[in-house]
């Protein structure tokens, strides 16, 4: 394989692992506003969410290699998971470094999941969101095509659709405890009974 083509599997490689990485941030999203029906049902959005994380590792393990076998720039095995180690662009690699190091640390602690606290597991699972603008910061950094065209666009249709699912799971949130306090469920409304029983 040429140095030309391992360029080429390598951009495509990464910007593969960029869409599936947004793709699960956003199942993410969607399971926990509890998406679901009677023909897609949500056990089955938690399923392909982890697929998809699958997915996304092993094509990210695919450009790790790619990039280290192209010999075209010095990046060693060490520089694709030691951050800022890299002789070439060590902050951009950095980045992508720690992006890789957080989705297999998610990666391995979801399917050890039965025995890790819920908490604890909870609050790693959390790290998701640091994964994501990390490779998406990296793909747009480190790419000598990354700048203009479709990558570039490729990036910031991720970048919109990940903000606007945020969006809406804050707002979600805020109807649910609205809505909560409504019905004399939420936290505001039993304050106020408590005070009323004590007057």
């Given at each position: 394989?040429?140095?030309?083509?391992?360029?080429?599997?390598?951009?495509?490689?990464?910007?593969?692992?960029?869409?599936?990485?947004?793709?699960?941030?956003?199942?993410?999203?969607?399971?926990?506003?509890?998406?679901?029906?009677?023909?897609?049902?949500?056990?089955?959005?938690?399923?392909l969410?982890?697929?998809?994380?699958?997915?996304?590792?092993?094509?990210?393990?695919?450009?790790?290699?790619?990039?280290?076998?192209?010999?075209?720039?010095?990046?060693?095995?060490?520089?694709?998971?030691?951050?800022?180690?890299?002789?070439?662009?060590?902050?951009?690699?950095?980045?992508?470094?720690?992006a890789?190091?957080?989705?297999?640390?998610?990666?391995?602690?979801?399917?050890?999941?039965a025995?890790i606290?819920?908490?604890l597991?909870?609050?790693?699972?959390?790290?998701?969101?640091?994964?994501?603008?990390?490779?998406?910061?990296?793909?747009?950094?480190?790419?000598?095509?990354?700048?203009?065209?479709?990558?570039?666009?490729?990036?910031?249709?991720?970048?919109?659709?990940?903000?606007?699912?945020?969006?809406?799971?804050?707002?979600?949130?805020?109807?649910?405890r609205?809505?909560?306090?409504?019905?004399?469920?939420?936290?505001?409304?039993?304050?106020?009974?408590?005070?009323?029983?004590?007057?």
């Open positions: 394989m040429t140095l030309v083509n391992l360029w080429y599997v390598a951009r495509a490689t990464g910007m593969v692992s960029l869409l599936l990485l947004t793709a699960t941030v956003l199942l993410g999203i969607l399971g926990r506003l509890r998406v679901g029906s009677a023909g897609w049902p949500r056990f089955a959005l938690a399923g969410h982890r697929n998809v994380s699958l997915l996304t590792l092993a094509f990210l393990g695919v450009h790790a290699a790619v990039v280290v076998i192209d010999s075209y720039v010095p990046i060693d095995w060490l520089d694709s998971v030691v951050p800022f180690v890299s002789a070439y662009q060590p902050f951009w690699l950095g980045l992508g470094a720690i890789f190091d957080l989705l297999l640390a998610l990666v391995v602690t979801s399917l050890l999941r025995r606290n819920p908490r597991w909870r609050a790693l699972h959390w790290l998701a969101y640091a994964c994501w603008p990390l490779a998406l910061v990296h793909a747009l950094g480190i790419g000598t095509d990354a700048a203009a065209g479709w990558p570039l666009a490729l990036g910031v249709a991720c970048a919109v659709a990940v903000v606007a699912a945020a969006v809406w799971r804050l707002v979600a949130s805020w109807r649910t609205l809505a909560a306090g409504d019905r004399g469920t939420g936290p505001a409304r039993q304050r106020r009974a408590v005070a009323g029983r004590a007057l």
